[in-house]
Nanobody, 116 residues
Framework: QVQLVESGGGLVQAGGSLRLSCAAS?????????MGWYRQAPGKQRELVAR???????NYADFVKGRFTISRDNGKNAVYLQINSLKPEDTAVYYC?????????WGQGTQVTVSS
């Protein structure tokens, strides 16, 4: 199994920055393939923000537009999301995701709220 714990969310003014962190643990963390971040705003479906492979290949959603940067520390079994130039529409619960042996694992989510 894989357990994911996110941190780093909070309340920030528009234009500000946040760095989200996700730490993975569990009995099969050695088999984690890609990791990523998703978000879900109230009344909306969960959507992909960014993903990263163990080798560092990244994939971003179109709305990121250079404001978000995903990174990964394989030694620490951690993935990070740097978010700059935050907008009110970025307000959502951000979830960490890890894929292992064709199964998806999710963290509990961390709230990001951007005030205008």
């Amino acid at each position: 199994q894989v357990q994911l714990v996110e941190s780093g969310g909070g309340l920030v003014q528009a234009g500000g920055s946040l760095r989200l962190s996700c730490a993975a643990s569990g009995s099969i963390i050695f088999s984690i393939n890609s990791m990523g971040w998703y978000r879900q705003a109230p009344g909306k479906q969960r959507e992909l923000v960014a993903r990263i492979t163990p080798g560092g290949i990244t994939n971003y959603a179109d709305f990121v537009k250079g404001r978000f940067t995903i990174s990964r520390d394989n030694g620490k079994n951690a993935v990070y999301l740097q978010i700059n130039s935050l907008k009110p529409e970025d307000t959502a619960v951000y979830y960490c995701n890890a894929e292992s042996n064709h199964r998806n694992y999710w963290g509990q989510g961390t709230q990001v709220t951007v005030s205008s």
